[in-house]
C-alpha cells in the first residue's frame, strides 16, 4: 500500500514509518518533528515556516505547492491528530486531504476538547487538566478562533474511517459515542535502533530523572516537589535530574545514565516516553491505573503507577531505593514487555488490519 503518515508526536509515526517499510509498504512522513524535539525521520516538512508568522493567508499560498505535490494520491493517510496547521486554513487543508485519498484515519494521541468536556464533565477521577484552569479553558471558548477549532475538529473525526486511540480508557471514554471509534493500538517502537542497556547504579547512586515537558499537563510540580525531598533525604545514594525539554536525541543521550524515569503523574496510562525508556532498560513512573491494565494484552506491565500526589511518589521512589540490588532485573523485565506489547513490526501489522477493515 501507498501510505502517507501526517504529522509527528513523540516519534510515534517515526516508528509506525520503520515498522510498515519492515512489512514492505510504501511509506511517507510528512512532519515538522514535534517542534522543539526534532525528531528525525521525515520525508518532507509539513508546513512552511520560515521564523515568522504561520498564521496567515500566505502562509496557505506557501504550503499548496507541497499539498499538490506531495499529500495526495495515497491508499492510506492517518493524522497524528486532528489539530495540525494553523486553525485559519485547518479546514480547508484538511477537506483536501480526505477528498483525494482514499482512506483517512485519525490517532487521537492525547488532550482536545473533547477529553476537555469529559474532564468537566466528572468523567475522570483527575486530569491533566487539574490545577491548571487557564490551559483548560483554553480548549473551549466563545472566540472565533474557538468555534473554528471546534468546527473542524467535528469535521475531521467524523469523516475520518477509523478513531484509533493509543491510550486505553483515558482517550476511549471521551469518543464512546463515536461509531468510528477503532481498537486501542499501541506505541510502536522500533527496538533494533534502541539499544537495551544493563540497569546498573554506577558510583553507588542511583540517578533518577524527569523531564519537564509540557510540566503542568505531566504535573510536574508534584513529581519536582517529590524529587527535591528524595534528593535531600538521599543525598549519598541518589543524584536527581530535572531538565526542560531538549532535542529527542539529546534526550535519549541524558536518559541513557538514568536509572529511574519520572514521567508523568496525571495520566491514566503510560506514553511514548515511558515506552522508550523501557526499551532502554529503565524503570519508569508514570500512569497505569486499574482502567489501563484492562485493556493491556500483555501482563506483567513494569511501570509503576504514580498520582498527583507527592507523598504518593515519594513512598514509590523509597522503596525502589530500598530495593536497589532489583533495579537491574526490573529494567530488564520493561525491556521485555516493550518487545512483547510495543515491537513496531507487530504493532505495525495491527495498523494495516484496522486500516482495511
Same mark, same amino acid.
Given at each position: 500500500m501507498k501510505i502517507l503518515l501526517l504529522g509527528d508526536y513523540s516519534a510515534v509515526h517515526k516508528n509506525l514509518k520503520e515498522g510498515l517499510l519492515e512489512l514492505g509498504h510504501n511509506v511517507k512522513l510528512a512532519s515538522d518533528g514535534d517542534w522543539e524535539k526534532r525528531i528525525p525521520g521525515r520525508d518532507f516538512p509539513?508546513?512552511?515556516?520560515?521564523?515568522?508568522?504561520?498564521?496567515?493567508?500566505?502562509?496557505y499560498q506557501e504550503i499548496q505547492p507541497l499539498l499538490n505535490r506531495q499529500l495526495y494520491g495515497y491508499d492510506i493517510v492517518q493524522a497524528i491528530s486532528a489539530n495540525l496547521f494553523d486553525w485559519k486554513n485547518r479546514l480547508q487543508i484538511y477537506r483536501k486531504i480526505i477528498s483525494r485519498n482514499e482512506q483517512f484515519f485519525c490517532i487521537l494521541p492525547g488532550d482536545d476538547y473533547y477529553v476537555y468536556r469529559a474532564?468537566?464533565?466528572?468523567?475522570?477521577?483527575?486530569?491533566?487538566?487539574?490545577?491548571?484552569?487557564?490551559?483548560a479553558d483554553s480548549w473551549i471558548g466563545d472566540s472565533v478562533a474557538h468555534k473554528r477549532n471546534e468546527e473542524v475538529y467535528?469535521?475531521?473525526?467524523?469523516?475520518?474511517?477509523?478513531?484509533?486511540?493509543?491510550?486505553?480508557y483515558e482517550l476511549e471514554i471521551p469518543y464512546a459515542g463515536m461509531k468510528?471509534?477503532?481498537?486501542?493500538?499501541?506505541?510502536?517502537?522500533n527496538t533494533q535502533q534502541i539499544a537495551y542497556q544493563p540497569n546498573t547504579v554506577k558510583n553507588g547512586k542511583i540517578v533518577i530523572y524527569h523531564?519537564?515537558?509540557?510540566?503542568?499537563?505531566?504535573?510536574?510540580?508534584? %513529581? *519536582? =516537589?517529590?524529587?527535591r525531598y528524595i534528593q535531600k533525604k538521599y543525598t549519598d545514594d541518589v543524584e536527581c535530574i530535572i531538565r526542560d525539554m531538549v532535542p529527542y536525541t539529546e534526550w535519549l543521550d541524558i536518559m541513557s545514565r538514568a536509572n529511574i524515569i519520572v514521567d508523568q503523574c496525571k495520566s491514566y496510562s503510560y506514553g511514548m516516553t515511558a515506552a522508550l525508556s523501557m526499551a532502554k532498560g529503565k524503570i519508569v513512573?508514570?500512569?497505569?491505573?486499574?482502567?489501563?491494565?484492562?485493556?493491556?494484552?500483555?501482563?506483567?506491565?513494569?511501570?509503576?503507577?504514580i498520582k498527583p500526589d507527592t507523598a504518593q511518589i515519594v513512598d514509590t521512589l523509597e522503596k525502589l531505593i530500598s530495593q536497589r540490588k532489583d %533495579? *537491574? =532485573?526490573?529494567?530488564?523485565?520493561?525491556?521485555?514487555?516493550?518487545?512483547?506489547?510495543?515491537?513496531?513490526i507487530k504493532v505495525a501489522q495491527m495498523y494495516i488490519e484496522e486500516w482495511n477493515k
Amino acid at each position: 500500500m501507498k501510505i502517507l503518515l501526517l504529522g509527528d508526536y513523540s516519534a510515534v509515526h517515526k516508528n509506525l514509518k520503520e515498522g510498515l517499510l519492515e512489512l514492505g509498504h510504501n511509506v511517507k512522513l510528512a512532519s515538522d518533528g514535534d517542534w522543539e524535539k526534532r525528531i528525525p525521520g521525515r520525508d518532507f516538512p509539513l508546513t512552511v515556516d520560515k521564523g515568522g508568522n504561520r498564521f496567515t493567508r500566505k502562509y496557505y499560498q506557501e504550503i499548496q505547492p507541497l499539498l499538490n505535490r506531495q499529500l495526495y494520491g495515497y491508499d492510506i493517510v492517518q493524522a497524528i491528530s486532528a489539530n495540525l496547521f494553523d486553525w485559519k486554513n485547518r479546514l480547508q487543508i484538511y477537506r483536501k486531504i480526505i477528498s483525494r485519498n482514499e482512506q483517512f484515519f485519525c490517532i487521537l494521541p492525547g488532550d482536545d476538547y473533547y477529553v476537555y468536556r469529559a474532564w468537566k464533565a466528572g468523567k475522570f477521577r483527575y486530569s491533566s487538566f487539574d490545577d491548571n484552569k487557564e490551559w483548560a479553558d483554553s480548549w473551549i471558548g466563545d472566540s472565533v478562533a474557538h468555534k473554528r477549532n471546534e468546527e473542524v475538529y467535528d469535521y475531521v473525526l467524523s469523516r475520518a474511517e477509523g478513531l484509533i486511540p493509543v491510550n486505553p480508557y483515558e482517550l476511549e471514554i471521551p469518543y464512546a459515542g463515536m461509531k468510528n471509534l477503532r481498537r486501542y493500538i499501541p506505541f510502536p517502537i522500533n527496538t533494533q535502533q534502541i539499544a537495551y542497556q544493563p540497569n546498573t547504579v554506577k558510583n553507588g547512586k542511583i540517578v533518577i530523572y524527569h523531564s519537564t515537558t509540557r510540566p503542568k499537563y505531566k504535573g510536574s510540580s508534584y %513529581i *519536582e =516537589e517529590a524529587m527535591r525531598y528524595i534528593q535531600k533525604k538521599y543525598t549519598d545514594d541518589v543524584e536527581c535530574i530535572i531538565r526542560d525539554m531538549v532535542p529527542y536525541t539529546e534526550w535519549l543521550d541524558i536518559m541513557s545514565r538514568a536509572n529511574i524515569i519520572v514521567d508523568q503523574c496525571k495520566s491514566y496510562s503510560y506514553g511514548m516516553t515511558a515506552a522508550l525508556s523501557m526499551a532502554k532498560g529503565k524503570i519508569v513512573l508514570s500512569g497505569l491505573e486499574p482502567e489501563t491494565l484492562s485493556s493491556i494484552a500483555t501482563p506483567g506491565c513494569p511501570v509503576l503507577n504514580i498520582k498527583p500526589d507527592t507523598a504518593q511518589i515519594v513512598d514509590t521512589l523509597e522503596k525502589l531505593i530500598s530495593q536497589r540490588k532489583d %533495579i *537491574e =532485573e526490573m529494567g530488564y523485565r520493561g525491556r521485555l514487555f516493550v518487545e512483547k506489547e510495543h515491537d513496531y513490526i507487530k504493532v505495525a501489522q495491527m495498523y494495516i488490519e484496522e486500516w482495511n477493515k
